[in-house]
Nanobody
Framework: VQLQASGGGLVQPGGSLRLSCAAS????????MSWYRQTPGKQRELVAG???????NYAGSVKGRFTISRDSAKNTVYLQMNSLKSEDTADYFC???????????????WGQGTLVTVSS
């Protein structure tokens, strides 16, 4: 299973970005998909998650500004980030809980980071 994240870049405060993460390989069933972020010297933190049924959860710091969504047909999760602040600057990682076949136990997989820089 591979997760390919994209969409990071440089944006001014108050601007928007949309991150995408596509899963490929032996993805019999993808349960939850999530976005995490990390800055140097700090632990990776959960930004937003979405279950297979579409239930979502968000970190308090992004609630109302970020929206997570998924296209199950494309095995892709998105993170729409609006009203970006300098403190949103981080490497953003996607995460997926995947069953590779009907009998397998779900396992976590990580994509590579995509850097988001919010600066004027």
């Amino acid at each position: 299973v591979q997760l390919q994240a994209s969409g990071g870049g440089l944006v001014q405060p108050g601007g928007s970005l949309r991150l995408s993460c596509a899963a490929s390989g032996r993805t019999f069933r993808i349960n939850a998909m999530s976005w995490y972020r990390q800055t140097p010297g700090k632990q990776r933190e959960l930004v937003a998650g979405i279950t297979g049924g579409g239930n979502t959860n968000y970190a308090g710091s992004v609630k109302g500004r970020f929206t997570i969504s998924r296209d199950s047909a494309k095995n892709t999760v998105y993170l729409q980030m609006n009203s970006l602040k300098s403190e949103d600057t981080a490497d953003y990682f996607c995460n997926a809980l995947v069953k590779v076949n009907a009998l397998a136990v779900p396992r976590e997989y990580w994509g590579q980071g995509t850097l988001v820089t919010v600066s004027s």
